[in-house]
C-alpha cells in the first residue's frame, strides 16, 4: 500500500517561501493523481492543489494560492513538491498530500483520494 510522507513545514515570517515535499514508499508516484491539502484550526479542509497523473499533468490552484504557490513532480526522487511563496497568516494551517490511482482526476475534494500523508505544520507569522 502506498505510503505518504510531507516535510518542510515550519514557521516564516510573511511574505517568506516554504517548499514542502511528499515523498512516497510502496509505489510510484507517476501512477497517481496527486493533491495538497490544508485544514486550519475551527476551518473546513481546502483543496489547494493538484497534479493529474504524469502522462496527462493537468494542474490545478485554488483561488487562495494560484500565482503563490507551485505544484511539481520529481520522478526519480518518487516526490511531489508544493513551492509556497509570498506567504500569508491565512496559510497558516496542517499541510497534508495526498493520492489516487482510480482515476486521472485533479481534484480539490479530499473524497477522491486514497491515501494520505500524516501531514506538516506550517506556521506564517512575524
Known amino acids: 500500500q502506498l505510503q505518504l510522507v510531507e516535510s518542510g513545514g515550519g514557521l516564516v515570517q510573511p511574505g517568506g517561501s516554504l517548499r514542502l515535499s511528499c515523498a512516497a514508499s510502496r509505489g510510484r508516484l507517476n501512477y497517481y493523481a496527486i493533491g495538497w491539502f490544508r485544514q486550519a484550526p475551527g476551518k473546513e479542509r481546502e483543496g489547494v492543489s493538484c497534479v493529474s497523473r504524469s502522462a496527462d499533468g493537468r494542474i490545478y490552484y485554488s483561488d487562495s494560492v494560484k500565482g503563490r504557490f507551485t505544484i511539481s513532480r520529481d520522478n526519480a526522487k518518487n516526490t511531489v513538491y508544493l513551492q509556497m511563496n509570498s506567504l500569508k497568516p491565512e496559510d497558516t494551517a496542517v499541510y497534508y498530500c495526498?493520492?489516487?490511482?482510480?482515476?486521472?482526476?485533479?481534484?480539490?475534494?479530499?473524497?477522491?483520494?486514497?491515501?494520505w500523508g500524516q501531514g506538516t505544520q506550517v506556521t506564517v507569522s512575524s
Open positions: 495526498a493520492a489516487t490511482d482510480r482515476n486521472n482526476l485533479c481534484s480539490d475534494q479530499g473524497y477522491n483520494y486514497d491515501y
